[in-house]
């Protein structure tokens, strides 16, 4: 199950596990979810792993109807083209990285961009930084020689980016965390950033957090069963909470659900004060009795609980008033994504997504809206600041193409939607179906243009990761094969 809350903060939330070796290419890779702040650019979501995903701040829920900004959408991105083209891999990687498995292409999983560096994670771990105003590679990050990089977060709040790491040199069993200034990494100054966390054992199943919504990393070293968290300003250690009987731990805004190994019939749950960790609230959560726990989550005061054949509880914490939504209506989802501006949740079913609110009722059904990817790769998938639109890589529509190329294949290639979130109408399409959507013209005198190798329905084909830069309004798609491709107006 793959859970994410959103709220406009850049990386909302990202788990990495260390991951036995092979990890890395395995469904093992736990990533995770991330959001731009207000106006800061840099985001996308994106997680794998049995867990969710910190959130927004409390704020007044909107009312549920199209925002202005979702109104001017399809004159945002009007006039869409493929503009530049980056490859992560040339001749050069052989050089720079040790590790054979790391020269040969593999897909893009992650993209993030954030002042005008863009950073492109490949499957095999190599990861590159590109500048968008020369769309120049600036250099790789894995600057040891047996790195191999599994996840990107960057911190807003110092403007660095933290790559979470793990080495041949101890059987890549353990994650390592280093931060770097922005800046430096324009500059190409790698050597300037520093190690994080190097008290922490972080070997499998240990892990570590970063939520960028309550500003605080946590950590989990198995070994001793021991939770730490941290200050994201300063990384400076708050508190830590040491329990073998701790079967998981999930962030809201403002506190930690402590959830218990489950007896028979019930579930011990504790509510803690994410500053302090203090303890807010202790209670125990009933259950049916030798039935699966599908997911147990926490939003704000409502607690969300559904096992397997059973209906979706929706519990208040204050008052233990219960709304139950019936089996039939409610599929366990493969992900979920809480939208805390909004007081929704969407819900990720094979290759569908929907909108709930906390009273269990469906909210908003998508038209055209049909995920490429049937496990919700969630890195394909971005939500704006204001959590009125969804972008995500579809599969292209039955009437715009009835799903086959001209030999009667199904086709590769999907198209890029953009969707109302309160309507569930898509507003805004990149599409190979599009006659006017064409690699844009060089103008004359400009050097800095990148080469485009790829046509535009090769870009649209088998897209692995996507990232919406508010700021720019531009879109970063990633492939399988290793390229990084920039839509723009």
């Known amino acids: 199950m793959e859970h994410h809350h959103h709220k406009p903060g850049l990386r909302v939330r990202l788990r990495i596990t260390a991951a036995r070796r092979r990890a890395w290419f395995s469904a093992g890779l736990h990533s995770a979810c991330r959001k731009p702040p207000r106006r800061d650019p840099a985001d996308s979501v994106h997680k794998v792993a049995r867990r969710e995903i910190g959130g927004g701040h409390r704020r007044p829920p909107r009312p549920a109807a199209p925002s202005s900004s979702a109104c001017s959408c399809p004159e945002k991105f009007r006039n869409f083209q493929l503009q530049e083209e980056y490859d992560t891999y040339d001749d050069e990687v052989q050089f720079l990285v040790q590790l054979p498995f790391l020269w040969s292409r593999t897909k893009i999983i992650e993209i993030v961009a954030a002042k005008d560096v863009i950073f492109a994670l490949a499957q095999s771990g190599l990861c590159a930084a590109f500048n968008r105003t020369t769309n120049k590679r600036i250099c790789y990050l894995n600057i040891s020689p047996d790195e191999v990089i599994r996840s990107l977060f960057y911190n807003k709040n110092n403007e660095s980016l933290i790559t979470v790491s793990v080495y041949e040199s101890d059987r890549f069993s353990s994650l390592k965390c280093r931060t770097t ?3 430096y990494i324009r500059r190409g ?11 922490e054992s972080l070997k499998y199943p240990g892990f570590v957090e970063f939520d960028d919504v309550n500003g605080k990393v946590l950590t989990f070293s198995a070994q001793d069963s021991t939770y730490k968290v941290f200050d994201l300003k300063n990384y400076n250690f708050l508190y830590s909470i040491c329990d073998k009987n701790i079967q998981e731990i999930k962030i809201s805004p403002g506190i930690m659900l402590v959830i218990y190994q489950k007896t028979n019939c019930n579930v011990p749950l504790r509510i803690l004060s994410i500053e302090d960790g203090t303890t807010l609230k202790t209670f125990t959560q009933l259950l049916h009795r030798n039935r699966k726990v599908d997911f147990i989550e926490q939003f704000n005061e409502k607690l969300l609980v559904k096992q397997d054949k059973e209906n979706l509880q929706i519990i208040d914490v204050r008052n233990s008033d219960l709304i139950e939504v019936n089996k039939t209506e409610f599929m366990t989802p493969s992900a979920f994504i809480f939208l805390y501006e909004n007081n929704l949740f969407l819900t990720f079913c094979n290759r569908t997504v929907a909108a709930w609110n906390f009273r269990g009722e469906l909210v908003t059904s998508f038209d055209d809206h049909e995920l490429w990817h049937p496990n919700c790769n969630t890195n394909n998938i971005y939500i704006t600041a204001d959590q ?9 529509s039955k009437q715009a193409t009835d799903g086959c190329d001209e030999t009667g294949e199904v086709s590769s290639m999907g198209s890029i939607n953009m969707s109302n979130i309160f309507t569930g109408k898509c507003v805004a399409k990149i599409s190979p179906s599009d006659p006017t959507l064409t690699i844009a013209p060089r103008r004359r005198g400009d050097t800095n243009r990148s080469t485009i190798r790829s046509t535009v329905p090769e870009a649209l084909e088998d897209i692995t990761a996507l990232f919406y830069d508010e700021d720019r309004n531009e879109i970063y798609t990633g492939n399988s094969k290793g390229l990084v491709h920039v839509w723009s107006n």
Request: net charge negative; charged share 15%.
């Open 388 to 396: 009125d639109l969804i972008i995500s890589y579809c599969k292209v």
């Open 189 to 199: 100054q790698l050597n300037n950033g520093f190690p994080l966390f190097e008290t």
């Open 181 to 183: 200034p922005i800046e």
